[in-house]
């Protein structure tokens, strides 16, 4: 099974309910299929943001890329993701992750469990929403039959192992994490090892499950100045923009090309960027249409 392209855009910070709405229609209108709001303090909380883009739009699904399964108790996830399902006519996309930044649970007042722990608490999250999703009894109930589509993101062994058997949309992250945030973009021969990985948890659901990554950053010309804010996070050794799947360089249709190469090579067919790279990305979606 082949899915078609899909592109999203993920939202972050935002100073007004004006701004907001604008800029969900803008994503909207430039033809981005999903809008994303990430789960980090100091961003807007997801469920909120998201039930007031589902106001401000027509047709885009809504997605929580991703949420932080240790910061929450399944029983209330599952009410207010079948609320914002609900209240949206189903256009919800659940996305779960173990969550990376130590200094964010400490504001939150919620311990920081080990990477283990993490982990098994998004295997234990989507068994329980899938439960609770399933059952005739629950209240509310999801719009969507079954719950809103389960979308899970990782990188490590275990963490796509989960995914691979309870998601139905895997989020590569393309980047290797540490207990304070920092970010390492993978490289094409780490990417190509995690795919392998993935597609041999995944056994017979290969090709079911939609694959996603979050494409970084877009550059229409390498220069040293384009290049210093990733910097810090390239491999050391590896410092071309094109030994990086999360990174795209050229012309529109160079990087269309490069889309079309991830979907031949990996099977990745939904594209997510982050909000500042939102205008530069929108000509790839109408050539890649």
């Keep these: ?60 699904r809504l997605t929580t890329f991703v949420l932080n399964a240790p910061f929450y108790s399944p029983a209330l996830l599952a009410r207010d993701a079948a609320t914002v399902d609900l209240l949206s006519d189903g256009r919800l996309e659940l996305g779960l992750g173990a969550g990376y930044v130590e200094s964010e649970f400490d504001r939150a007042a919620i311990p920081f469990p080990t990477a283990r722990r993490r982990v098994d608490q998004v295997a234990e999250t989507a068994m329980a929403l899938r439960a609770l999703f399933t059952d005739e009894s629950h209240r509310p109930r999801t719009a969507q039959p079954g719950g809103p589509p389960l979308l899970i993101a990782g990188w490590g062994d275990r963490l796509l192992g989960i995914a691979a058997h309870h998601a139905d949309i895997v989020a590569l992250t393309g980047a290797r994490t540490d207990d304070a945030g920092h970010l390492t973009l993978a490289t094409e021969a780490e990417t190509a090892r995690r795919v392998t990985r993935l597609t041999d948890a995944l056994g017979e659901r290969t090709g079911t499950v939609e694959l996603n990554i979050l494409i970084q950053a877009l550059f229409s010309d390498v220069t040293d100045d384009a290049l210093a804010p990733v910097r810090p996070h390239l491999t050391a050794g590896v410092e071309r923009p094109e030994d990086y799947p999360t990174l795209l360089v050229g012309t529109p249709q160079d990087m269309a090309d490069r889309l079309w190469e991830l979907r031949e090579r990996y099977g990745i067919t939904y594209f997510s960027v982050l909000d500042n790279n939102m205008e530069a990305f929108a000509p790839l979606i109408a050539r890649m249409r």
């Design 1 to 60: 099974m082949t899915h078609d392209f899909r592109f999203g855009v993920t939202m972050r910070s935002i100073r007004s309910r004006t701004a907001w709405i604008e800029k969900c229609r803008q994503a909207e209108a430039l033809g981005f299929d999903v809008v994303g709001v990430p789960d980090h303090l100091g961003t807007l909380a997801p469920f909120p943001a998201l039930m007031l883009a589902a106001e401000a739009t027509d047709q885009v």
